[in-house]
């Protein structure tokens, strides 16, 4: 192990994992062997019923510290945004000096093996947090069928073409093209000095990993949203919390071809979805006319600024279609769980 290396530890949060935790266990060992530094792995299993705790009891990482925790959290408690409190928390406390670094995923995800190593060398560089890309896993996708295979997929190619469409509109010097704008649970990364900066991980009911980010940005930080920061997540449709990836996954799915899509607007409003109306919501009847009208946009552009003339690849399903951030003030940690 490198002196020069910062200390990493995952945080993991896991609420009846069992079926999926030892490949997401298996992925994270992959990728802490690829990195020169210590690597801990903490997971707060919260309020499980299944066999989380005989799966973490048996899980032997040959490249990372294992540190599991089992907690039940009082009913008021119940949600995304405390469980990755806690999981941060815990994380955090191994750590020692501000340029460590802590980062987190999801139980129903697998990471690359150069998801720590890349995520390292971005804060290295001087920013404060990286937002990683998450993609679904081709298998689970097309295990729900042909019809959500092709939703989904025109969801991915339209928010890809908005994704170019805004960094070409308001460029950041710090986080550049190519980038995406996805801000989930699936891949976080911060230093240690930034999540004490922000007095810890926000704890909304849902979007807990959006208000991290946000508070990162309230507070003077610079977050990257690299290309090579990638993790691989499930397409499920029976998700932990309420309002996640596996809500907007069913829903998407399932609604009328003619019923509105949640905070997916047509152009000009796409850019600001701030000023968007109901009128400009599409439908999935709309959207291939939308996504045709995306591509020209962009090829548009790139013909009128030849030197930003970069590939503009059509990656799987975006989800970062969350309910809007509820903010709220933290609770003593005695007080959340039982």
């Known amino acids: 192990m490198s002196d020069l290396s910062p200390r990493v530890a995952v945080a993991l949060p896991a609420k009846n994992e069992a079926g ?9 060992d992959c990728a802490a062997a690829r990195f020169a530094g210590k690597v801990s792995v903490v997971i707060v299993a ?33 949600h995304a945004g405390w469980a990755r409190r806690l999981a941060f928390d815990a994380a955090a406390a191994t750590l020692t000096v501000p340029d460590d670094v802590l980062m987190s995923t999801d139980a129903d995800t697998r990471v690359s093996p150069e998801w720590i190593v890349r995520a390292v060398g971005h804060l290295s560089g001087g920013i404060d947090a990286v937002a ?8 689970d996708r097309r295990s729900l069928g042909v019809e959500a295979m092709r939703r989904l997929n025109l969801l991915g190619r339209y928010y890809t073409a ?35 900066r922000i007095g810890g991980a926000p704890t909304p009911t849902i ?16 977050v990257r949203h690299p290309l090579d920061v990638r993790v691989f997540t499930s397409s499920r449709l029976d998700g932990r919390a309420p309002g996640g990836m596996a809500d907007a ?15 997916t607007y047509a152009f000009p409003a796409a850019l600001d979805p701030a000023r968007a109306t109901a009128h400009d919501r599409l439908t999935f009847e709309t959207l291939p006319d939308a996504v045709r009208c995306a591509g020209a946009m ?41």
Do not use: K
Request: net charge negative; aromatic share 6%; hydrophobic share 45%.
């Open 298 to 338: 962009v090829r548009a552009r790139r013909s009128a600024a030849a030197e930003q003339v970069e590939t503009v690849a059509l990656a799987p399903l975006r989800t970062d279609h969350l309910d809007r951030i509820a903010q709220q003030r933290p609770e003593p940690l005695d007080s959340v769980v039982t």
């Open 20 to 28: 999926d935790l030892p490949a997401c266990l298996d992925a994270l």
């Open 207 to 222: 979007a807990e990993d959006r208000a991290l980010f946000a508070a990162v940005r309230d507070a003077g930080g610079m």
């Open 132 to 139: 990683g890309r998450a993609l679904t896993r081709r298998d």
């Open 162 to 196: 908005l994704d170019w469409l805004r960094a070409d509109a308001a460029p950041l010097p710090h986080d550049p093209w190519p980038r995406h704008f996805y801000e989930g649970g699936a891949s976080i990364a911060l230093t240690l000095g930034t999540y004490r």
């Open 46 to 78: 919260n309020n499980c019923t299944d066999a989380t705790a005989r799966v973490l009891e048996e899980t032997r990482m040959r490249n990372a510290a294992l540190l599991p925790i089992s907690v039940s959290l009082l009913p008021a408690f119940r």
């Open 249 to 263: 996954f069913a829903r998407w799915i399932a609604q009328p071809i003619d019923e509105p899509l949640h905070e």
